[in-house]
Protein backbone atom coordinates (compact mmCIF):
# COMPACT_ATOMS: atom_id res chain seq x y z
CA UNK A 1 0.00 0.00 0.00
CA UNK A 2 2.94 2.50 1.30
CA UNK A 3 4.82 1.36 -2.36
CA UNK A 4 1.74 2.53 -4.19
CA UNK A 5 0.72 5.40 -2.67
CA UNK A 6 4.80 6.79 -3.21
CA UNK A 7 4.28 6.05 -6.74
CA UNK A 8 1.45 7.51 -7.05
CA UNK A 9 2.76 10.64 -5.53
CA UNK A 10 5.71 10.31 -8.25
CA UNK A 11 3.37 10.09 -10.67
CA UNK A 12 1.33 13.07 -9.57
CA UNK A 13 4.83 15.63 -9.34
CA UNK A 14 5.87 14.38 -12.53
CA UNK A 15 2.58 15.27 -14.27
CA UNK A 16 2.48 18.70 -13.21
CA UNK A 17 6.32 19.27 -13.70
CA UNK A 18 5.51 18.59 -17.13
CA UNK A 19 2.61 20.62 -17.37
CA UNK A 20 3.97 23.40 -15.65
CA UNK A 21 6.95 22.68 -18.37
CA UNK A 22 4.25 22.79 -21.36
CA UNK A 23 2.73 26.27 -20.13
CA UNK A 24 4.60 29.01 -22.44
CA UNK A 25 5.58 31.93 -20.57
CA UNK A 26 3.98 34.88 -20.58
CA UNK A 27 4.77 37.77 -23.07
CA UNK A 28 5.78 41.05 -20.70
CA UNK A 29 6.90 44.11 -22.40
CA UNK A 30 9.65 46.29 -20.64
CA UNK A 31 10.15 50.00 -20.10
CA UNK A 32 13.70 51.57 -20.77
CA UNK A 33 14.44 53.80 -17.12
CA UNK A 34 17.73 54.34 -17.65
CA UNK A 35 21.14 53.28 -19.62
CA UNK A 36 24.92 53.93 -18.61
CA UNK A 37 27.23 54.74 -21.10
CA UNK A 38 30.46 53.23 -21.39
CA UNK A 39 33.51 54.85 -23.53
CA UNK A 40 32.73 51.36 -25.18
CA UNK A 41 29.77 49.52 -24.65
CA UNK A 42 26.39 50.20 -22.00
CA UNK A 43 24.58 49.12 -19.24
CA UNK A 44 20.85 48.98 -20.12
CA UNK A 45 18.45 48.85 -17.27
CA UNK A 46 14.75 48.06 -17.64
CA UNK A 47 11.37 47.73 -15.57
CA UNK A 48 8.87 44.86 -15.68
CA UNK A 49 5.70 44.24 -13.25
CA UNK A 50 4.80 41.11 -13.38
CA UNK A 51 2.42 38.83 -11.17
CA UNK A 52 3.50 35.36 -9.50
CA UNK A 53 2.01 32.63 -8.07
CA UNK A 54 3.09 29.91 -6.19
CA UNK A 55 5.21 27.27 -7.57
CA UNK A 56 6.99 27.75 -11.32
CA UNK A 57 6.66 31.22 -13.37
CA UNK A 58 7.65 31.62 -16.91
CA UNK A 59 7.70 35.22 -18.46
CA UNK A 60 9.15 36.40 -21.61
CA UNK A 61 10.60 39.69 -22.38
CA UNK A 62 10.70 40.35 -25.97
CA UNK A 63 11.63 43.74 -28.40
CA UNK A 64 14.96 43.71 -26.61
CA UNK A 65 18.81 43.93 -28.64
CA UNK A 66 20.04 40.91 -30.16
CA UNK A 67 23.55 42.30 -28.97
CA UNK A 68 23.43 41.76 -25.40
CA UNK A 69 25.87 39.73 -23.39
CA UNK A 70 24.01 36.71 -21.82
CA UNK A 71 26.27 36.45 -18.84
CA UNK A 72 25.85 40.19 -17.76
CA UNK A 73 21.67 39.74 -17.17
CA UNK A 74 20.71 40.50 -13.69
CA UNK A 75 17.32 40.87 -11.89
CA UNK A 76 16.55 42.64 -9.20
CA UNK A 77 13.24 43.46 -7.05
CA UNK A 78 12.28 39.48 -6.70
CA UNK A 79 10.87 39.95 -3.18
CA UNK A 80 10.28 36.69 -2.11
CA UNK A 81 10.36 34.60 -5.30
CA UNK A 82 13.31 32.64 -6.25
CA UNK A 83 15.34 32.51 -9.71
CA UNK A 84 15.21 29.25 -11.25
CA UNK A 85 16.84 29.99 -15.04
CA UNK A 86 17.46 32.59 -17.55
CA UNK A 87 17.89 32.40 -20.61
CA UNK A 88 18.56 34.80 -23.58
CA UNK A 89 17.28 33.83 -27.43
CA UNK A 90 17.12 35.87 -30.85
CA UNK A 91 13.74 35.65 -32.38
CA UNK A 92 14.81 35.80 -36.05
CA UNK A 93 11.06 36.36 -36.86
CA UNK A 94 10.46 40.04 -35.43
CA UNK A 95 10.10 42.39 -37.92
CA UNK A 96 12.72 45.64 -37.43
CA UNK A 97 11.09 48.54 -35.98
CA UNK A 98 11.85 51.92 -38.47
CA UNK A 99 10.87 54.98 -38.30
CA UNK A 100 8.16 56.74 -40.65
CA UNK A 101 10.93 58.31 -43.11
CA UNK A 102 12.63 55.01 -43.68
CA UNK A 103 9.61 53.39 -44.41
CA UNK A 104 8.34 55.91 -46.84
CA UNK A 105 11.66 55.70 -48.07
CA UNK A 106 11.39 52.21 -48.57
CA UNK A 107 8.22 51.88 -50.10
CA UNK A 108 9.60 54.29 -52.43
CA UNK A 109 12.70 52.06 -53.19
CA UNK A 110 10.85 49.27 -53.69
CA UNK A 111 8.18 50.84 -56.50
CA UNK A 112 11.01 52.50 -58.46
CA UNK A 113 12.66 48.93 -58.48
CA UNK A 114 9.15 47.91 -59.61
CA UNK A 115 8.95 50.57 -62.41
CA UNK A 116 12.71 49.21 -63.33
CA UNK A 117 11.93 46.04 -63.86
CA UNK A 118 8.82 46.64 -66.52
CA UNK A 119 10.62 48.82 -68.12
CA UNK A 120 12.94 45.95 -68.62
CA UNK A 121 10.38 43.82 -69.69
CA UNK A 122 9.07 46.41 -72.61
CA UNK A 123 12.33 47.27 -73.67
CA UNK A 124 12.62 42.82 -73.89
CA UNK A 125 9.08 43.02 -76.23
CA UNK A 126 10.58 45.63 -78.36
CA UNK A 127 13.90 43.84 -79.35
CA UNK A 128 11.50 40.85 -79.64
CA UNK A 129 9.60 43.10 -82.18
CA UNK A 130 12.52 44.48 -84.10
CA UNK A 131 13.68 41.16 -84.65
CA UNK A 132 10.85 39.16 -85.97
CA UNK A 133 10.42 42.95 -88.31
CA UNK A 134 14.34 42.03 -89.54
CA UNK A 135 13.54 38.34 -90.09
CA UNK A 136 10.46 38.90 -92.10
CA UNK A 137 11.50 41.96 -94.24
CA UNK A 138 11.91 40.10 -97.59
CA UNK A 139 9.22 41.05 -100.41
CA UNK A 140 7.55 38.79 -102.74
CA UNK A 141 9.31 35.76 -103.68
CA UNK A 142 11.73 34.21 -106.44
CA UNK A 143 8.06 33.25 -108.92
CA UNK A 144 5.64 36.54 -107.59
CA UNK A 145 6.52 39.66 -108.27
CA UNK A 146 4.88 42.73 -105.80
CA UNK A 147 4.05 45.68 -107.58
CA UNK A 148 5.70 49.42 -106.54
CA UNK A 149 2.33 50.57 -104.48
CA UNK A 150 2.48 47.91 -102.24
CA UNK A 151 6.89 47.71 -101.92
CA UNK A 152 6.29 51.56 -101.13
CA UNK A 153 3.30 50.80 -98.61
CA UNK A 154 5.81 48.34 -96.96
CA UNK A 155 8.40 50.18 -97.17
CA UNK A 156 7.14 52.78 -95.18
CA UNK A 157 5.56 50.83 -92.89
CA UNK A 158 8.67 49.22 -91.98
CA UNK A 159 10.48 52.67 -91.44
CA UNK A 160 7.76 54.27 -89.59
CA UNK A 161 7.71 50.81 -86.86
CA UNK A 162 11.28 50.33 -87.40
CA UNK A 163 11.47 54.16 -85.73
CA UNK A 164 8.47 53.76 -83.11
CA UNK A 165 10.43 50.45 -81.88
CA UNK A 166 13.92 52.02 -81.79
CA UNK A 167 12.48 55.55 -79.80
CA UNK A 168 10.44 52.84 -77.12
CA UNK A 169 13.90 51.64 -76.33
CA UNK A 170 15.42 54.91 -76.16
CA UNK A 171 12.94 56.69 -74.58
CA UNK A 172 12.96 53.47 -72.01
CA UNK A 173 16.55 53.55 -71.60
CA UNK A 174 16.68 56.73 -70.90
CA UNK A 175 13.66 56.88 -67.73
CA UNK A 176 15.35 54.00 -66.74
CA UNK A 177 18.66 55.69 -65.84
CA UNK A 178 16.52 58.19 -64.06
CA UNK A 179 14.78 55.86 -62.37
CA UNK A 180 18.54 53.99 -61.29
CA UNK A 181 20.01 57.24 -60.08
CA UNK A 182 16.87 57.89 -57.99
CA UNK A 183 17.73 54.52 -57.06
CA UNK A 184 21.15 55.06 -55.97
CA UNK A 185 20.07 57.95 -53.95
CA UNK A 186 17.63 56.10 -51.98
CA UNK A 187 20.39 53.74 -51.03
CA UNK A 188 22.77 56.20 -50.01
CA UNK A 189 20.33 58.16 -47.91
CA UNK A 190 19.52 54.40 -46.27
CA UNK A 191 23.45 54.51 -45.48
CA UNK A 192 23.49 57.59 -44.15
CA UNK A 193 20.45 56.77 -41.80
CA UNK A 194 22.61 53.40 -41.16
CA UNK A 195 19.41 51.61 -42.56
CA UNK A 196 19.83 47.79 -41.81
CA UNK A 197 18.36 44.34 -42.98
CA UNK A 198 18.40 43.11 -39.62
CA UNK A 199 15.58 41.58 -38.38
CA UNK A 200 16.28 39.80 -35.44
CA UNK A 201 15.55 40.94 -31.62
CA UNK A 202 16.58 39.68 -28.59
CA UNK A 203 14.61 38.26 -26.10
CA UNK A 204 14.93 37.17 -21.92
CA UNK A 205 12.95 34.00 -20.79
CA UNK A 206 12.90 34.33 -17.22
CA UNK A 207 11.57 31.60 -14.45
CA UNK A 208 10.73 32.19 -11.37
CA UNK A 209 9.67 30.29 -8.49
CA UNK A 210 7.20 31.69 -6.51
CA UNK A 211 6.38 31.24 -2.51
CA UNK A 212 2.95 33.34 -2.68
CA UNK A 213 1.21 35.46 -5.17
CA UNK A 214 2.53 38.89 -5.08
CA UNK A 215 3.13 41.54 -7.29
CA UNK A 216 6.65 42.43 -8.43
CA UNK A 217 8.40 45.09 -10.11
CA UNK A 218 11.10 44.13 -11.84
CA UNK A 219 15.13 45.52 -12.83
CA UNK A 220 16.46 43.68 -15.59
CA UNK A 221 20.06 45.12 -16.59
CA UNK A 222 22.42 43.83 -18.98
CA UNK A 223 24.78 44.84 -21.17
CA UNK A 224 25.38 45.51 -24.89
CA UNK A 225 28.62 46.07 -27.05
CA UNK A 226 27.22 48.40 -29.96
CA UNK A 227 27.41 51.51 -28.10
CA UNK A 228 29.80 54.20 -26.47
CA UNK A 229 31.12 57.39 -25.89
CA UNK A 230 33.95 59.61 -26.67
CA UNK A 231 34.93 63.38 -25.50
CA UNK A 232 35.58 66.37 -27.61
CA UNK A 233 36.37 69.83 -26.50
CA UNK A 234 36.00 72.79 -27.59
CA UNK A 235 38.73 75.64 -26.46
CA UNK A 236 38.12 79.22 -26.94
CA UNK A 237 40.81 81.86 -26.70
CA UNK A 238 39.80 85.18 -26.88
CA UNK A 239 42.96 86.75 -26.14
CA UNK A 240 46.59 85.54 -24.55
CA UNK A 241 45.44 87.69 -21.28
CA UNK A 242 42.49 86.09 -20.62
CA UNK A 243 41.68 82.69 -19.35
CA UNK A 244 40.80 80.03 -21.68
CA UNK A 245 37.07 78.74 -22.22
CA UNK A 246 36.76 75.13 -21.99
CA UNK A 247 34.03 73.26 -23.26
CA UNK A 248 33.66 69.59 -22.54
CA UNK A 249 31.77 67.70 -24.68
CA UNK A 250 30.33 64.14 -24.91
CA UNK A 251 29.71 62.00 -28.12
CA UNK A 252 27.29 59.25 -27.50
CA UNK A 253 26.38 56.76 -30.37
CA UNK A 254 24.29 53.64 -30.18
CA UNK A 255 23.86 50.96 -32.72
CA UNK A 256 22.25 48.47 -30.71
CA UNK A 257 19.24 47.64 -32.54
CA UNK A 258 16.69 49.59 -30.34
CA UNK A 259 15.60 52.92 -29.83
CA UNK A 260 16.22 54.80 -26.38
CA UNK A 261 13.48 57.00 -26.57
CA UNK A 262 13.65 59.58 -23.58
CA UNK A 263 15.68 58.13 -21.44
CA UNK A 264 17.92 58.80 -18.33
CA UNK A 265 21.39 59.01 -19.52
CA UNK A 266 24.55 57.83 -17.20
CA UNK A 267 28.15 58.45 -19.00
CA UNK A 268 31.03 56.77 -17.26
CA UNK A 269 34.55 57.55 -17.52
CA UNK A 270 34.84 53.17 -17.30
CA UNK A 271 35.78 50.55 -19.87
CA UNK A 272 34.38 46.98 -18.78
CA UNK A 273 36.37 45.61 -21.90
CA UNK A 274 39.53 46.57 -20.28
CA UNK A 275 41.54 43.79 -19.01
CA UNK A 276 41.87 44.15 -15.38
CA UNK A 277 43.79 41.12 -14.20
CA UNK A 278 47.28 42.93 -13.11
CA UNK A 279 50.37 41.02 -14.69
CA UNK A 280 52.81 38.64 -12.80
CA UNK A 281 56.58 39.37 -12.84
CA UNK A 282 58.84 36.36 -12.94
CA UNK A 283 62.83 36.78 -12.44
CA UNK A 284 64.63 36.90 -16.03
CA UNK A 285 67.77 34.25 -16.22
CA UNK A 286 70.06 35.49 -18.80
CA UNK A 287 71.46 32.77 -20.63
CA UNK A 288 73.31 32.02 -24.01
CA UNK A 289 71.16 32.20 -27.27
CA UNK A 290 71.94 32.36 -30.96
CA UNK A 291 72.58 35.04 -33.18
CA UNK A 292 68.91 34.77 -34.48
CA UNK A 293 67.30 35.27 -31.29
CA UNK A 294 65.23 38.33 -31.40
CA UNK A 295 63.96 39.97 -27.54
CA UNK A 296 60.21 40.04 -28.35
CA UNK A 297 58.97 41.03 -24.32
CA UNK A 298 58.14 44.45 -24.94
CA UNK A 299 56.04 46.14 -22.49
CA UNK A 300 52.39 47.25 -23.45
CA UNK A 301 52.59 50.38 -23.76
CA UNK A 302 49.81 52.69 -21.40
CA UNK A 303 48.18 54.42 -23.92
CA UNK A 304 44.39 54.43 -22.80
CA UNK A 305 42.83 56.17 -25.70
CA UNK A 306 39.69 54.80 -26.61
CA UNK A 307 38.87 53.87 -29.93
CA UNK A 308 37.22 56.40 -31.94
CA UNK A 309 34.09 54.77 -34.44
CA UNK A 310 33.52 57.50 -36.19
CA UNK A 311 37.10 58.86 -37.18
CA UNK A 312 36.74 57.74 -41.41
CA UNK A 313 40.06 59.77 -42.29
CA UNK A 314 43.39 60.41 -40.65
CA UNK A 315 46.36 62.59 -40.78
CA UNK A 316 49.51 62.81 -38.79
CA UNK A 317 53.34 62.69 -39.26
CA UNK A 318 55.72 59.66 -37.88
CA UNK A 319 59.08 60.67 -37.14
CA UNK A 320 62.00 58.80 -35.17
CA UNK A 321 64.88 61.01 -33.08
CA UNK A 322 66.35 63.00 -36.24
CA UNK A 323 62.92 63.84 -37.64
CA UNK A 324 60.50 62.78 -39.81
CA UNK A 325 60.78 59.50 -41.22
CA UNK A 326 59.60 58.84 -44.69
CA UNK A 327 58.62 55.69 -46.74
CA UNK A 328 57.18 54.44 -42.95
CA UNK A 329 54.03 52.05 -43.59
CA UNK A 330 51.28 53.21 -41.55
CA UNK A 331 48.56 50.30 -42.05
CA UNK A 332 45.40 49.72 -40.50
CA UNK A 333 45.85 46.14 -38.15
CA UNK A 334 44.12 42.98 -39.09
CA UNK A 335 43.68 44.54 -42.69
CA UNK A 336 45.64 45.51 -46.02
CA UNK A 337 44.68 48.92 -46.51
CA UNK A 338 47.65 51.12 -45.27
CA UNK A 339 50.07 53.63 -47.10
CA UNK A 340 53.57 55.24 -46.49
CA UNK A 341 54.58 58.20 -44.91
CA UNK A 342 56.04 60.89 -47.99
CA UNK A 343 59.01 62.51 -47.80
CA UNK A 344 57.89 64.90 -45.05
CA UNK A 345 57.09 62.28 -42.70
CA UNK A 346 53.23 62.72 -43.57
CA UNK A 347 50.38 60.18 -44.23
CA UNK A 348 46.58 60.17 -44.96
CA UNK A 349 44.69 57.02 -44.48
CA UNK A 350 40.98 56.43 -45.05
CA UNK A 351 39.76 54.14 -42.89
CA UNK A 352 36.23 52.06 -43.07
CA UNK A 353 37.15 49.67 -40.74
CA UNK A 354 39.20 48.03 -37.99
CA UNK A 355 40.39 49.77 -34.55
CA UNK A 356 43.87 49.69 -34.41
CA UNK A 357 46.75 52.01 -36.58
CA UNK A 358 50.61 49.82 -36.95
CA UNK A 359 53.44 51.79 -37.48
CA UNK A 360 56.49 50.02 -38.85
CA UNK A 361 60.30 51.26 -40.57
CA UNK A 362 62.62 48.52 -41.26
CA UNK A 363 65.43 48.77 -38.37
CA UNK A 364 62.83 50.60 -35.99
CA UNK A 365 60.35 48.96 -33.62
CA UNK A 366 56.95 48.40 -34.94
CA UNK A 367 54.33 50.84 -32.61
CA UNK A 368 50.57 50.17 -32.75
CA UNK A 369 48.32 53.25 -31.59
CA UNK A 370 44.28 52.48 -31.41
CA UNK A 371 42.17 54.75 -33.31
CA UNK A 372 41.16 57.53 -31.35
CA UNK A 373 41.00 60.83 -32.98
CA UNK A 374 41.71 62.09 -37.06
CA UNK A 375 45.75 62.75 -35.91
CA UNK A 376 47.71 60.64 -35.41
CA UNK A 377 51.12 61.17 -34.95
CA UNK A 378 53.84 58.00 -34.16
CA UNK A 379 57.57 58.40 -32.73
CA UNK A 380 59.33 55.09 -34.07
CA UNK A 381 62.41 53.70 -31.62
CA UNK A 382 65.28 52.14 -33.60
CA UNK A 383 65.53 48.45 -33.04
CA UNK A 384 68.68 47.33 -31.98
CA UNK A 385 68.22 43.91 -31.83
CA UNK A 386 67.11 43.77 -35.92
CA UNK A 387 68.30 40.34 -37.28
CA UNK A 388 65.73 40.12 -40.26
CA UNK A 389 64.24 42.27 -42.61
CA UNK A 390 60.57 41.32 -44.06
CA UNK A 391 58.94 43.43 -46.57
CA UNK A 392 55.16 43.15 -46.63
CA UNK A 393 53.07 44.80 -50.02
CA UNK A 394 50.06 46.64 -48.75
CA UNK A 395 47.01 46.89 -50.87
CA UNK A 396 43.86 48.77 -49.84
CA UNK A 397 41.37 46.24 -48.60
CA UNK A 398 38.82 46.21 -45.53
CA UNK A 399 38.04 43.79 -42.51
CA UNK A 400 36.59 43.84 -38.99
CA UNK A 401 37.05 42.39 -35.61
CA UNK A 402 34.09 41.90 -33.53
CA UNK A 403 35.02 42.42 -29.65
CA UNK A 404 32.76 41.26 -26.91
CA UNK A 405 32.87 41.03 -22.78
CA UNK A 406 30.49 40.87 -20.05
CA UNK A 407 30.42 42.61 -17.01
CA UNK A 408 27.75 43.15 -14.20
CA UNK A 409 27.02 45.76 -12.27
CA UNK A 410 26.09 46.07 -8.53
CA UNK A 411 23.73 48.54 -7.16
CA UNK A 412 25.04 49.75 -3.61
CA UNK A 413 21.77 48.23 -1.68
CA UNK A 414 19.66 46.30 -3.60
CA UNK A 415 22.58 43.68 -5.44
CA UNK A 416 19.11 40.95 -6.37
CA UNK A 417 19.97 37.72 -7.22
CA UNK A 418 21.69 36.79 -10.40
CA UNK A 419 22.77 33.87 -12.46
CA UNK A 420 25.87 34.62 -13.82
CA UNK A 421 28.20 37.25 -13.10
CA UNK A 422 30.40 39.32 -11.48
CA UNK A 423 30.42 42.70 -9.65
CA UNK A 424 32.30 45.06 -10.60
CA UNK A 425 32.10 48.72 -11.22
CA UNK A 426 30.41 48.68 -7.72
CA UNK A 427 29.44 52.77 -6.56
CA UNK A 428 31.44 53.29 -3.41
CA UNK A 429 29.73 54.78 -1.32
CA UNK A 430 31.39 58.76 -0.12
CA UNK A 431 32.33 59.07 -3.24
CA UNK A 432 33.15 62.76 -3.64
CA UNK A 433 30.07 64.13 -5.84
CA UNK A 434 29.38 67.83 -7.41
CA UNK A 435 27.22 69.68 -9.85
CA UNK A 436 28.76 70.58 -12.86
CA UNK A 437 28.56 74.16 -14.29
CA UNK A 438 25.81 72.81 -17.08
CA UNK A 439 23.75 71.42 -14.18
CA UNK A 440 24.91 67.93 -14.28
CA UNK A 441 26.06 65.37 -11.40
CA UNK A 442 29.57 64.43 -11.67
CA UNK A 443 30.80 61.43 -9.04
CA UNK A 444 34.66 60.82 -8.69
CA UNK A 445 34.72 56.93 -7.82
CA UNK A 446 38.19 55.37 -7.14
CA UNK A 447 38.75 54.37 -10.76
CA UNK A 448 35.94 55.97 -12.52
CA UNK A 449 34.02 58.92 -13.25
CA UNK A 450 30.24 59.12 -14.09
CA UNK A 451 27.99 62.30 -15.41
CA UNK A 452 24.33 61.76 -14.73
CA UNK A 453 22.57 63.80 -17.32
CA UNK A 454 19.75 66.14 -15.52
CA UNK A 455 17.66 66.10 -18.90
CA UNK A 456 16.42 63.14 -20.79
CA UNK A 457 17.55 61.89 -24.27
CA UNK A 458 16.40 60.04 -27.19
CA UNK A 459 19.20 58.29 -28.85
CA UNK A 460 18.17 56.54 -32.40
CA UNK A 461 19.95 52.83 -33.04
CA UNK A 462 21.34 54.38 -36.18
CA UNK A 463 25.41 54.95 -35.01
CA UNK A 464 24.97 59.04 -35.48
CA UNK A 465 26.70 60.94 -32.84
CA UNK A 466 24.28 63.00 -30.27
CA UNK A 467 26.65 65.72 -28.72
CA UNK A 468 26.21 66.53 -24.93
CA UNK A 469 27.77 69.33 -23.15
CA UNK A 470 28.41 67.62 -19.90
CA UNK A 471 30.69 70.46 -18.21
CA UNK A 472 32.86 73.69 -19.39
CA UNK A 473 35.40 75.24 -17.56
CA UNK A 474 37.30 79.00 -17.50
CA UNK A 475 40.67 77.74 -16.92
CA UNK A 476 43.62 79.93 -16.45
CA UNK A 477 46.61 79.72 -18.77
CA UNK A 478 49.88 81.24 -20.15
CA UNK A 479 50.00 81.62 -23.51
CA UNK A 480 53.64 81.64 -25.50
CA UNK A 481 54.78 81.46 -28.94
CA UNK A 482 56.96 78.21 -29.74
CA UNK A 483 59.10 77.59 -32.95
CA UNK A 484 61.11 74.32 -33.20
CA UNK A 485 62.84 75.65 -37.49
CA UNK A 486 65.14 72.47 -37.39
CA UNK A 487 61.61 70.41 -37.70
CA UNK A 488 58.95 72.75 -39.00
CA UNK A 489 59.19 76.71 -39.29
CA UNK A 490 55.65 77.65 -38.38
CA UNK A 491 55.43 79.41 -35.24
CA UNK A 492 52.48 77.93 -32.79
CA UNK A 493 50.44 79.49 -30.17
CA UNK A 494 50.68 77.73 -26.85
CA UNK A 495 48.52 77.63 -23.75
CA UNK A 496 50.13 76.28 -20.58
CA UNK A 497 47.59 74.81 -18.30
CA UNK A 498 48.78 74.21 -14.37
CA UNK A 499 46.47 72.33 -11.90
CA UNK A 500 45.23 70.63 -15.04
CA UNK A 501 44.42 67.19 -12.91
CA UNK A 502 41.29 68.83 -10.85
CA UNK A 503 39.25 68.95 -14.12
CA UNK A 504 39.04 65.02 -14.93
CA UNK A 505 39.32 65.15 -18.67
CA UNK A 506 40.36 62.44 -20.88
CA UNK A 507 42.30 62.55 -24.00
CA UNK A 508 40.44 63.52 -26.85
CA UNK A 509 40.64 65.65 -29.89
CA UNK A 510 39.56 69.37 -29.34
CA UNK A 511 38.41 72.18 -31.38
CA UNK A 512 40.28 75.82 -31.48
CA UNK A 513 38.55 78.90 -31.67
CA UNK A 514 41.33 81.68 -31.70
CA UNK A 515 39.66 85.64 -31.24
CA UNK A 516 36.23 84.31 -32.76
CA UNK A 517 37.67 82.47 -35.55
CA UNK A 518 38.12 78.65 -35.78
CA UNK A 519 41.71 77.77 -35.85
CA UNK A 520 41.88 73.79 -36.56
CA UNK A 521 41.98 70.97 -34.08
CA UNK A 522 45.08 69.74 -31.48
CA UNK A 523 44.81 66.64 -29.13
CA UNK A 524 44.44 67.40 -25.74
CA UNK A 525 46.60 64.15 -23.79
CA UNK A 526 45.79 64.58 -19.75
CA UNK A 527 47.62 61.06 -19.31
CA UNK A 528 51.24 63.62 -19.86
CA UNK A 529 53.45 63.30 -16.60
CA UNK A 530 54.49 66.83 -16.92
CA UNK A 531 53.37 69.12 -14.28
CA UNK A 532 51.79 71.47 -17.02
CA UNK A 533 49.10 70.48 -19.93
CA UNK A 534 50.61 72.25 -22.76
CA UNK A 535 47.99 72.91 -25.42
CA UNK A 536 48.69 73.77 -29.19
CA UNK A 537 45.91 76.44 -30.36
CA UNK A 538 47.45 76.84 -34.14
CA UNK A 539 49.91 78.75 -36.32
CA UNK A 540 49.97 82.34 -36.34
CA UNK A 541 51.12 83.30 -39.94
CA UNK A 542 52.07 86.64 -39.11
CA UNK A 543 55.25 85.38 -37.26
CA UNK A 544 57.84 84.90 -40.07
CA UNK A 545 60.83 82.17 -39.00
CA UNK A 546 63.68 81.42 -41.66
CA UNK A 547 66.19 79.11 -40.77
CA UNK A 548 69.20 78.58 -43.26
CA UNK A 549 72.47 76.48 -43.05
CA UNK A 550 75.83 79.14 -43.10
CA UNK A 551 77.90 78.14 -46.59
CA UNK A 552 80.79 79.22 -45.57
CA UNK A 553 80.66 77.09 -42.42
CA UNK A 554 80.08 74.13 -44.49
CA UNK A 555 83.56 72.90 -45.28
CA UNK A 556 85.28 69.51 -44.90
CA UNK A 557 88.71 68.96 -44.26
CA UNK A 558 91.19 65.41 -43.51
CA UNK A 559 93.68 65.09 -41.09
CA UNK A 560 95.23 61.45 -41.39
CA UNK A 561 92.37 59.29 -41.41
CA UNK A 562 89.70 61.63 -39.62
CA UNK A 563 87.01 63.92 -41.89
CA UNK A 564 86.21 67.28 -40.10
CA UNK A 565 83.35 69.14 -41.34
CA UNK A 566 82.35 72.44 -40.09
CA UNK A 567 78.62 73.14 -39.78
CA UNK A 568 76.87 76.70 -39.09
CA UNK A 569 73.09 77.81 -38.68
CA UNK A 570 71.63 80.75 -38.80
CA UNK A 571 67.81 81.50 -37.79
CA UNK A 572 65.84 85.01 -38.59
CA UNK A 573 62.68 86.03 -36.25
CA UNK A 574 60.43 88.78 -37.58
CA UNK A 575 57.44 90.03 -35.56
CA UNK A 576 54.69 91.29 -37.86
CA UNK A 577 51.82 91.61 -35.46
CA UNK A 578 50.77 94.92 -34.14
CA UNK A 579 52.08 94.12 -30.84
CA UNK A 580 54.94 92.64 -28.93
CA UNK A 581 55.06 89.06 -28.36
CA UNK A 582 57.93 86.72 -26.58
CA UNK A 583 58.95 83.55 -28.52
CA UNK A 584 60.59 80.07 -27.18
CA UNK A 585 62.81 79.09 -29.78
CA UNK A 586 64.50 75.75 -30.11
CA UNK A 587 66.87 74.07 -32.13
CA UNK A 588 69.69 70.74 -31.50
CA UNK A 589 73.50 70.11 -31.88
CA UNK A 590 73.64 66.27 -32.40
CA UNK A 591 74.72 64.26 -29.38
CA UNK A 592 76.85 61.63 -30.31
CA UNK A 593 76.31 57.72 -29.03
CA UNK A 594 79.24 56.50 -30.83
CA UNK A 595 82.87 57.74 -29.11
CA UNK A 596 84.20 57.53 -33.10
CA UNK A 597 81.79 60.53 -33.56
CA UNK A 598 82.92 63.44 -31.89
CA UNK A 599 81.38 66.72 -31.40
CA UNK A 600 83.65 70.02 -30.74
CA UNK A 601 83.87 73.59 -30.91
CA UNK A 602 80.52 73.99 -30.03
CA UNK A 603 79.46 77.71 -30.15
CA UNK A 604 75.83 78.46 -28.87
CA UNK A 605 75.89 82.29 -28.23
CA UNK A 606 73.45 83.42 -25.96
CA UNK A 607 71.24 80.06 -26.21
CA UNK A 608 70.48 77.50 -23.47
CA UNK A 609 72.16 74.67 -23.85
CA UNK A 610 71.39 71.19 -22.23
CA UNK A 611 75.12 69.00 -23.17
CA UNK A 612 72.80 65.73 -22.18
CA UNK A 613 69.64 66.33 -25.14
CA UNK A 614 71.89 68.55 -27.82
CA UNK A 615 69.03 70.86 -27.39
CA UNK A 616 69.32 74.66 -27.54
CA UNK A 617 66.67 76.88 -26.65
CA UNK A 618 66.00 80.83 -26.70
CA UNK A 619 63.97 82.99 -25.02
CA UNK A 620 63.07 85.71 -27.67
CA UNK A 621 61.17 89.29 -26.63
CA UNK A 622 60.27 91.42 -29.87
CA UNK A 623 58.00 94.50 -30.06
CA UNK A 624 55.97 95.23 -33.55
CA UNK A 625 58.00 94.45 -36.74
CA UNK A 626 61.10 93.94 -34.99
CA UNK A 627 63.21 91.10 -35.69
CA UNK A 628 66.38 89.07 -34.56
CA UNK A 629 68.88 86.71 -35.48
CA UNK A 630 70.16 83.35 -33.63
CA UNK A 631 73.26 81.39 -34.98
CA UNK A 632 74.98 78.56 -33.37
CA UNK A 633 77.99 76.19 -35.17
CA UNK A 634 79.39 73.14 -34.17
CA UNK A 635 82.84 70.46 -35.56
CA UNK A 636 81.78 67.05 -36.26
CA UNK A 637 85.36 64.62 -36.18
CA UNK A 638 84.75 61.02 -37.71
CA UNK A 639 86.28 58.44 -39.86
CA UNK A 640 86.47 59.54 -43.37
CA UNK A 641 85.75 55.80 -44.72
CA UNK A 642 82.15 56.29 -43.10
CA UNK A 643 78.98 58.22 -43.58
CA UNK A 644 77.18 60.35 -40.36
CA UNK A 645 73.69 60.81 -40.67
CA UNK A 646 73.87 64.31 -40.94
Known amino acids: MKRTTLLLALCLMSYAFAKASSIPPQTKSTNLSKVTVYLSGAQIERTAEVMVTEGTNSFLFDNLSNDIDESSIQISGLKNASILSINFGINYLTEQLNTKKVDSLRSLKTKLETDILKLNSLMSGLHKEEEVITANQRLGSNTTEIDLAKIKELSTYYRKRVTEIKNGILDAEIEKTNLQRRVNDLTKQFNEFNVTEEKSKGQITLKLNGEQRETLKLKITYNVSEAGWYPEYDLKAIATDAPLQLSYKAHLYQKTGIDWDDVNLVLSTGDPNTNNLKPTIDTKYLRFVNRNYRNNSNATKAYNYKYNPTIKTITGIVTETNGPLPGANVIVKGTLNGTQTDFDGKYTLQVNEGETLQFSYVGFKTSEIPIHASIINANLEADNALEEVVVTAYVTSSSRRTQSYAVTTVESEDIGRTLQGKAVGVRIRGANSITTATGDQKTEGITTTTFEINKKYSIDSDGDVTVIEIDKFEV ?171
Do not use: C
Not at 522 to 549: A, C, F, H, M, W
Not at 563 to 570: N, Q, T
Not at 595 to 624: F, R
Open 476 to 646: PATYEYFVAPAINENVFLTASIKDWVRYSLLPGEANIYFEGSFSGKTYINPLETTEELSVSLGVDPNIIVKRKQLDNFKSTSFIGSQRIVDMAYSTTVKNNKSTGINLKMVDRVPVSQNKEIKVDDIETADATYDKDTGLLEWTIKLGPSDSSKKEFSYELKYPKHKRVNL
